[in-house]
């Protein structure tokens, strides 16, 4: 059981690239979702999903596209990468509402974007 | 908008000393949860409280839930040098149950 996988793992940019972080999950959980944590900011929700084909933003959206094409998969794109992007993101699950809302973690994307 | 903050930022004990940390919120929750990070690693879940003055442990983790909903509390008795890490606390955002927003984190350094 891999649970959340995210990749890649680390990743350097250059400013107005653009790339995708994948991220999957095999737990069958609907809800998904992406943060960033950057130093003394804590984790800060971007976009999250409650099912395949459902999205909706979080507190940090501007400048992340997401999609939910299957319940495995939830995709985070920067379409055009800059410096304040650089930091350490986290796709999570969670198998649903109310007291089921406990969030199961990736290992975390180390971006960087010079 | 609503905001969860957590105190202190930084603490730095003593092997065997104790350990608190803070949570407050905004708005009332209807539940807070509580995860673990270690240095270089991803968030680990903790525990999750629901009710109203709800107190549980783990060992030697004791959690809180305030009578108002709004504030909780995290402490650890006798510091262990594996208690390294930054501890967060978690709420519903906006109302939704599914969407989590997370304090600031107390990172807690341990000295042997």
């Known amino acids: 059981n891999a649970g959340v996988t995210q990749t890649p793992k680390f990743q350097v940019l250059k400013t107005g690239q653009s790339m995708t972080l994948q991220c999957a999950q095999d737990?069958?959980?609907?809800?998904m979702s992406w943060y960033r944590q950057d130093p003394g900011m804590g984790l800060r929700l971007i976009h999250y999903s409650v099912g395949a084909g459902i999205t909706d933003q979080g507190e940090v959206p501007n400048g992340y596209n997401v999609s939910r094409s299957t319940t495995e998969d939830f995709p985070l794109r920067l379409l055009s990468a800059a410096p304040s992007q650089t930091s350490v993101y986290f796709c999570?699950?969670?198998?649903?509402?109310?007291?089921?809302?406990?969030?199961?973690f990736g290992e975390g994307s180390w971006l960087t974007v010079v | 908008g609503q905001q969860v903050m957590q105190i202190p930022q930084y603490q730095h004990v003593q092997e065997g000393e104790d350990f608190t940390t803070y949570c407050n919120s905004s708005t009332t929750l209807s539940n807070i949860q509580w995860y673990k990070q270690r240095p270089g690693g991803h968030p680990v879940f903790l525990i999750q409280l629901v009710k109203s003055g709800e107190v549980k442990k783990q060992k030697r983790l004791t959690f809180q839930f305030g009578e108002a909903k709004k504030n909780s509390s995290l402490h650890i008795t006798a510091t262990q040098t594996t208690d390294v890490g930054t501890y967060f606390c978690?709420?519903?955002?906006?109302?939704?149950?599914?969407?989590?927003?997370f304090g600031t984190g107390t990172l807690l350094a341990v000295q042997p």
């Open positions: 999570a699950s969670s198998p649903g509402q109310g007291t089921r809302n406990t969030i199961y």
């Open positions: 737990m069958n959980h609907e809800y």
């Open positions: 978690a709420g519903p955002y906006g109302g939704a149950t599914n969407k989590l927003i």
